[in-house]
């Protein structure tokens, strides 16, 4: 298995929902992310997990919250969004200690609209 | 402080072209390279990577890159592109002593028939 699957593959939302986002990977990857991008832009990191501890958060809303409850799934729980977190989110993963050789492997993405 | 550049937001090529879509890196160390490619829609895929060793990279679909340190540049071509090239190509560096990926701000690759 060398994917990284993401689901749902679309979310849409009211500003007063509570939903999460779940990624899962069998690769045997020890460091997992989230990203978010916007229409046109490149992804920009949020949130690092190495060894299912959260070792990088961007300065991210605590709106977004986190959760790496085993080393095969990451989840990113949602409360109280605004229209403007409306993005693709992109899980990925990599190899901890290879990282820098292999680069990240990444899912698909979840659309989510917040309305 | 490391950053990556990408010239031009849109290139343009006649399908049977060259592809050439161009990326410069700003690095203190010697860096970490990749170009990702991603189609409307979904996520992004890699389809090269620079580390050590050899400064030509051979990637997927027919695509590779060379670096050039003296150049600070990476960039990626194709002798011949294909209408299935189209899509939004990144270039990345790999931030120093850690696990992010710091992506350029992408190119649009259109493949006219």
Redesign the interface.
């Known amino acids: 298995d060398t994917e990284v699957t993401q689901t749902p593959k679309h979310l849409v939302m009211g500003m007063t929902n509570k939903k999460s986002l779940k990624c899962e990977q069998h690769m045997g990857h020890r460091a997992m992310y989230w990203y978010k991008q916007k229409a046109k832009k490149p992804p920009e990191l949020m949130f690092v997990y190495s060894y299912e501890k959260l070792s990088i958060n961007e300065s991210v809303p605590s709106r977004f919250s986190p959760e790496c409850p085993n080393s095969s799934l990451l989840n990113l729980h949602l409360h109280a969004l605004q229209p403007e977190d409306s993005a693709l989110y992109l899980c990925a993963s990599s190899q901890a200690s290879l990282m820098r050789n292999y680069g990240y492997t990444f899912g698909s993405g979840t659309r989510l609209t917040v309305v | 402080a490391q950053s990556v550049t990408q010239l031009g937001s849109h290139v343009s090529v006649s399908e049977g072209a060259l592809v050439l879509l161009r990326c410069n890196y700003s690095s203190s160390v010697p860096p970490?390279l990749?170009w990702?490619v991603q189609y409307p829609?979904?996520?992004?895929?890699?389809l090269l990577?620079y580390?050590t060793g050899a400064t030509l990279v051979k990637g997927i679909n027919g695509f590779e890159a060379e670096f050039k340190k003296s150049e600070t540049s990476f960039h990626l071509t194709k002798p011949s592109a294909h209408m299935s090239d189209a899509a939004e190509y990144?270039c990345a560096v790999?931030m120093d002593s850690?696990?992010?990926?710091l992506?350029?701000?992408?190119t649009r690759l259109l493949v006219r028939p």
Do not use: D, E, P, V
Request: glycine share 14%; charged share 10%; net charge positive.
């Open positions: 970490y990749f990702y829609n979904q996520g992004l895929q890699l990577k580390t990144f790999l850690s696990y992010k990926l992506f350029g701000s992408g």
